[in-house]
T-cell receptor
């Protein structure tokens, strides 16, 4: 069975602090894809990143970075020097090659306090 | 590209009324998904289509819900009769080739449904 767990329901940080959002996934498939989406207060779901299971390189995009570790089945997301505009709900998702479903976590609500 | 287009953005209706939500996927995308988002249950997959054919509708809550995709550029999600517990945000999403791995779900802006 496929599953995504985002144990942090809500996080609050003060502006300019770093914050890490945790994502743990479960799958028995050897080929799979991991995603992060952002849902700002306006409500739309915005794609942030996709990572393939055979590529464990970490990725940095501006203030955003992602740490993919197969050994711990984790795909964590770090925001450096957080800003108020980062306030949103962030979803981690998983898709495997044995099905077409995208499995979403329950989301982490991040509030950045000015 | 205009992205995934959903309408209406907001719908307020009374219990018992029929509700129809509409979606236009990104041109060339072969897969279309309908999700429902509530505070209690998060994002739930209702149904998805491949090449206009429903593949998995196991997430459709009950017979009051139905979805169609008459052509590659249009899908509807219908609730008849609607109930207050159907109040949620309904998202449509599309993606292209799932085999190659270039699969990224692109979501519409959502349709916020309130059933009084």
């Amino acid at each position: 069975a496929q599953k995504v767990t985002q144990a942090q329901t809500e996080i609050s940080v003060v502006e300019k602090e770093d914050v890490t959002l945790d994502c743990v996934y479960e799958t028995r498939d050897t080929t799979y894809y991991l995603f992060w989406y952002k849902q700002p207060p306006s409500g739309e779901l915005v794609f942030l990143i996709r990572r393939n299971s055979f590529d464990e390189q970490n990725e940095i995009s501006g203030r955003y970075s992602w740490n993919f570790q197969k050994s711990t089945s984790s795909f964590n997301f770090t925001i450096t020097a957080s800003q108020v505009v980062d306030s949103a709900v962030y979803f981690c998702a998983l898709r495997t090659n044995t099905g077409n479903q995208f499995y979403f976590g329950t989301g982490t609500s991040l509030t950045v306090i000015p | 590209d205009a992205g995934v287009i959903q309408s209406p953005r907001h719908e307020v209706t009374e219990m018992g009324q029929e509700v129809t939500l509409r979606c236009k996927p990104i041109s060339g995308h072969d897969y279309l998904f309908w999700y429902r988002q509530t505070m209690m249950r998060g994002l739930e997959l209702l149904i998805y289509f491949n090449n206009n054919v429903p593949i998995d509708d196991s997430g459709m809550p009950e017979d009051r819900f139905s979805a169609k995709m008459p052509n590659a550029s249009f899908s509807t999600l219908k609730i008849q009769p609607s109930e207050p517990r159907d109040s949620a945000v309904y998202f449509c999403a599309s993606t292209g080739d799932l085999v190659s791995g270039a699969n990224v779900l692109t979501f519409g802006a959502g349709s916020r449904l309130t059933v009084l």
